[in-house]
């Protein structure tokens, strides 16, 4: 079974202070990590796709990178309107639906 | 593009009724999916459709019945519900290469 777990569960920072999130998983055949972003009350936003260890993928302020075992989302020099709950999602190889992490829910304060 | 449309937004219903909540992506998507997330909970996978088969039905109650009348659409039927199955339900179509998914917004489902 498919298992996804991420760090911290709440995240502060002030404006500008950059971290990392983290998502360990294990999953059999894996067949892409993936990182939304999901404001209250909506549906989550496609980010980034992970395929294989060493990947990494940029946006703006955010990076995700990957090892065999876990993924990392950076954000730098982070501003308010980047708060919400960051999701992390793996594909298996036995099963075509995500298996998702129960999120880092971030704040960003001016 | 990559838009999923959801419709409707909300719906609240008794738990003697029978509704019906739609979802559509024009981006030539081939599978299809229904998520049930509740508050301060990830989303859940109920139901995968590929190539308008049903592939993954994790084992979901009948009282929610799903159908995709074609490519582009996906309905799911809703029928004699209970108060815990109020939830936002989220529909999402994946790439064929890629493997993301791209998530509607969902409805917001109240059961009275």
């Known amino acids: 079974e498919d298992q996804v777990t991420q760090s911290p569960e709440a995240l502060r920072l002030q404006e500008g202070e950059s971290s990392s999130l983290n998502c360990s998983y294990t999953v059999s055949g894996l067949r892409g990590l993936f990182w939304y972003r999901q404001d209250p009350g909506k549906g989550p936003e496609f980010l980034f796709t992970?395929?294989?260890a060493g990947e990494e993928k940029e946006k703006e302020r955010l990076k995700a990178t990957l090892t065999k075992k876990e993924s990392f989302l950076h954000i730098t020099a982070p501003k308010p309107e980047d708060s919400a709950t960051y999701l992390c999602a793996v594909r298996g190889g036995g099963a075509d639906g995500l298996t998702f992490g129960k999120g880092t829910h971030l704040i960003i304060q001016p | 593009d990559t838009e999923v449309t959801q419709t409707p937004k909300h719906l609240v219903m008794g738990m003697t009724n029978k509704k019906s909540l739609k979802c559509e992506q024009h981006?030539?998507?081939?599978?299809m999916y229904w998520y049930k997330q509740k508050a301060k909970k990830p989303p859940e996978l109920m139901f995968v459709y590929s190539y308008e088969k049903l592939s993954i039905n994790e084992s979901v109650p009948s009282r929610f019945s799903p159908e995709c009348p074609n490519s582009s659409l996906l309905n799911l039927h809703l029928h004699a519900l209970q108060p815990e199955d109020s939830a936002l339900y989220l529909c999402?179509?994946?790439?064929?290469?890629?493997?993301?998914?791209?998530f509607g917004p969902g409805t917001r489902l109240t059961v009275l």
């Open positions: 992970l395929y294989s």
């Open positions: 999402a179509s994946r790439t064929s290469g890629g493997g993301e998914q791209f």
């Open positions: 981006m030539g998507h081939r599978a």
